[in-house]
């Protein structure tokens, strides 16, 4: 861990590095269980490097328990496409476990082959919409007893779920579901008593705004092509306007009236996507202060 720039924000990574020499501490008998827990705690809730270096500071640095080091220059983007995001390194973490507490795994972090987590009166939530993933093909083994795991994948991604569930379940209703050509595999496992698993599939805060954006030009460009055709037709009689059906009304008034029709029914949509927008905003904050609770 760095101490140049104490005052930047740590990532999901980062905090996942520091997670993972806390555990090999506890193995080796250098932490013991109640120093762990604490440590643990300190590195999740930890926003800068700042306030993840001292946490492994008194560790020693060899070839099991090395301290992480973060870079701090920008990693070069991703190669596009899915072919960029399965890359064949080793997964950023291999476990979780929340007892009476929660995880998460979310943001730019990588899927091993197989990622193990249990929740036993908690929860906890493995996002892997920004994640790369170290095969095809990852499987998920999900252990839930009296809590929940919450998987969430983007779109394209192929679903296979195979978890058994007494008094509890595993969520199917993304299975069957096609995946994109080259897109990973996504095999849900494990094992669920009076808890559940459920799996949704979601884009990205940022790939909403960018179909939100999307949705904005295409209607800018309907009103456009609209009003083009509007003054086309008055060039070609001459600014007059023609009678229009039975009622005699001049074409330049079907027009505006074709078009407030049609801009009504434009902002009718743009106001039902806000709404749903909203719903799926407060429902994330919800959460999040759920799992600051927890």
């Known amino acids: 861990m760095t101490d140049d720039a104490p005052e930047l924000r740590a990532s999901d990574a980062d905090r996942e590095r520091v997670a993972e020499v806390l555990r090999d501490a506890l193995a080796e008998g250098r932490l013991d269980m109640t120093e762990f827990e ?19 500071r008194d560790l020693p640095v060899g070839a099991v328990a090395e301290a992480p080091r973060v870079s701090m220059t920008k990693e070069p983007g991703r190669a596009g496409g899915w072919a960029g995001r399965i890359t064949g390194a080793e997964g950023s973490s291999t ?34 919409r920004e994640a790369d993933f170290s095969a095809g093909e990852v499987v998920l083994n999900c252990v839930a007893i ?7 994948v983007p779109p394209g991604v192929e ?38 698993v459920g799996v949704e599939r ?4 940022a790939e909403r705004q960018r179909l939100k954006e999307e949705r904005r030009q295409e209607k800018l460009e309907r009103r456009q092509e609209r009003e083009r055709e509007r003054l086309e037709g008055r060039d070609r009689d001459g600014g007059r306007g023609l ?9 330049d008034h079907r027009d505006a009236h074709r078009r407030m029709l049609e801009d009504h ?14 719903r799926e905003l407060r429902r994330e904050e919800r959460e999040c202060r759920r799992r600051g609770e927890d």
Do not use: C, N
């Not at 009296?146 to 969430?152: A, C, E, F, T």
């Not at 979601?202 to 805060?205: L, N």
């Open 243 to 251: 009678p229009g059906g039975r009622l005699g009304m001049p074409a």
């Open 38 to 56: 604490e440590r643990l705690d300190a590195t999740y809730k930890a926003r800068t490097y700042g306030e993840l270096a001292p946490i492994t």
């Open 95 to 128: 476990w979780a476990v929340a007892v009476m507490s929660g995880f998460q795994r979310k943001g730019r972090w990588t899927v091993p082959r197989r990622f193990t987590s249990f929740a036993f009166w908690g929860g906890g939530e493995i996002d892997l």
């Open 202 to 205: 979601k884009v990205t805060r």
């Open 146 to 152: 009296m809590g929940g795991v919450q998987v969430i």
């Open 265 to 278: 029914r434009d902002m009718v949509r743009d106001l039902r996507e806000e709404r749903h927008e909203q």
């Open 159 to 196: 679903v296979v779920v195979r978890g058994i569930g007494i008094m509890g379940g595993f969520d199917h209703s993304e299975e069957g579901v096609r995946g994109d050509p080259g897109a990973p595999r996504v095999v849900v496992t494990g094992f669920a008593f009076w808890g559940g």
